[in-house]
């Protein structure tokens, strides 16, 4: 089983939509999660990081299952702007380590 | 600097030879990573710096590669005698700390494009 696992899409989705992605991870050990936004041939950018409580920036929520081991990414009205491969990140409760990346999920936003 | 600096950019090479790819990571992070992610994939962990510790090689494909940082800051991935399928976009990134990384997240650089032909 992959450490991180996400839906590769394409979604493909109006202007105005709402959206919703979804990841897990494997290791219950794991203690930070974030998601990144990663546009064509550009590196990653932190979009958000995920807490226990649930997080909200703008149009995006960020929701996080512990005993799931489960996160979600929700983009309410979506924008032609919000067209990028949203990346899953985890890291593994342990000193020292690097964080893990799922391969991503691409969203198309068309008008 | 600014951001993390990442060079060169794009890197053609003949299938054999050498390469180094360079990175400068924000002033005062102490926490260099590189990963490379291939066409189509995610990313790969391949190495990690922290300050003056032992880096954490645990990612590097083979004995091919190989990373140093000099002075704790400017950080420079060998890959010997390439291949085909190292061909894809190396990665930079840097943190405050591996601790701070791990609790908010890195800055990347904006890639080193290899092709191996």
């Known amino acids: 089983r992959k450490e991180v696992e996400q839906d590769p899409g394409p979604f493909n989705v109006p202007e105005g939509a709402t959206v919703a992605f979804n990841c897990t991870y494997s290791?219950?050990?794991?203690?930070?999660f974030f998601w990144y936004r990663q546009d064509c041939r550009k590196e990653p950018k932190l979009l958000m990081s995920?807490?226990?409580s649930g997080n909200e920036d703008g149009r995006f929520t960020a929701q996080l299952n512990r005993a799931s081991q489960y996160i979600s990414l929700l983009i309410r009205d979506s924008k032609l702007s919000d067209s990028a491969t949203y990346l899953c990140?985890?890291?593994?409760?342990?000193?020292?380590?690097?964080?893990?990346f799922g391969k991503g999920t691409t969203l198309s936003v068309s008008s | 600097g600014a951001g993390v600096s990442q060079s060169p950019s794009n890197k053609v090479t003949e299938k054999g030879k050498d390469v180094e790819l360079r990175c400068d990571p924000i002033?005062?992070?102490?926490?260099l990573y590189w990963y490379r992610q291939s066409l189509g994939q995610g990313l790969e962990f391949l190495i990690y710096?922290?300050?003056?510790?032992?880096?954490?090689k645990s990612g590097l494909p083979s004995d091919r590669f190989s990373a140093e940082r000099t002075g704790g800051s400017v950080s420079t991935l060998t890959i010997q005698r390439t291949q085909q399928e190292d061909s894809a976009v190396y990665l930079c990134?840097?943190?405050?700390?591996?601790?701070?990384?791990?609790?908010?997240?890195?800055?990347f650089g904006s890639g080193t494009r290899l092709t191996v032909v």
């Open positions: 990134a840097s943190s405050l700390g591996i601790s701070v990384g791990q609790g908010r997240g890195y800055t």
């Open positions: 290791n219950s050990a794991s203690q930070s």
């Open positions: 995920v807490y226990s």
């Open positions: 990140v985890v890291n593994i409760k342990q000193a020292g380590t690097a964080l893990i």
């Open positions: 002033s005062g992070h102490t926490a």
């Open positions: 710096f922290q300050g003056n510790s032992a880096p954490d």
